[in-house]
């Protein structure tokens, strides 16, 4: 395998333009809730990059699912379920996803540090952030529960 990608420049050509198109997107756009909790996770509690992503996608979506009726709607579209929030949650589940912050190795206590660094800043969002909605979000992201709304 490694003898294929030193010598076949095609091979390693895709991936390269996307990361390099990734960057792009991410360089020309403001991030959310969603990146900034999860990076604030994952670099305060070495938490796993992906899993923390996927733990906390339903759960920010909740937070924000009232400021942001269209993209629900298209979420829900694009997964051909009634509820956006709950549709992502299922998807993680039955992809074999983790769905605790706790199983990624958060402790409990980190909620409220993370909850600080994430308020520290403010940032684009659909819906202002708010310190007690935040930890109650990370509290449910913790333990595992469904997300829901506030």
């Not at 269209?70 to 996803?97: H, I, K, W, Y």
């Given at each position: 395998?490694?003898?294929?990608?030193?010598?076949?420049?095609?091979?390693?050509?895709?991936?390269?333009?996307?990361?390099?198109?990734?960057?792009?997107?991410?360089?020309?756009?403001?991030?959310?809730l969603h990146h900034?909790?999860?990076?604030?996770?994952?670099?305060?509690?070495?938490?796993?990059?992906?899993?923390?992503?996927?733990?906390?996608?339903?759960?920010?979506?909740?937070?924000?699912?009232?400021?942001?009726?269209?993209?629900?709607?298209?979420?829900?579209?694009?997964?051909?379920?009634?509820?956006?929030?709950?549709?992502?949650?299922?998807?993680?589940?039955?992809?074999?996803?983790?769905?605790?912050?706790?199983?990624?190795?958060?402790?409990?206590?980190?909620?409220?540090?993370?909850?600080?660094?994430?308020?520290?800043?403010?940032y684009s969002n659909?819906?202002?952030?708010?310190?007690?909605?935040?930890?109650s979000m990370l509290?449910?992201?913790?333990?595992?529960?469904?997300?829901?709304?506030?």
């Open positions: 395998m490694a003898t294929l990608w030193a010598s076949d420049v095609a091979a390693r050509e895709a991936p390269q333009y996307g990361a390099w198109l990734s960057g792009i997107c991410l360089g020309s756009v403001a991030t959310g900034k909790i999860c990076h604030v996770l994952g670099g305060s509690f070495d938490l796993r990059h992906a899993e923390t992503h996927a733990v906390m996608l339903p759960h920010v979506v909740a937070y924000n699912s009232a400021a942001a009726l269209a993209a629900m709607e298209r979420v829900e579209n694009a997964l051909s379920q009634p509820d956006a929030v709950a549709g992502l949650f299922a998807l993680n589940r039955t992809l074999g996803n983790p769905l605790s912050l706790s199983k990624l190795g958060m402790p409990y206590e980190g909620i409220a540090r993370a909850v600080e660094q994430v308020m520290k800043d403010q659909p819906r202002p952030l708010e310190a007690a909605a935040l930890h509290a449910r992201a913790w333990s595992g529960e469904a997300p829901h709304a506030e």
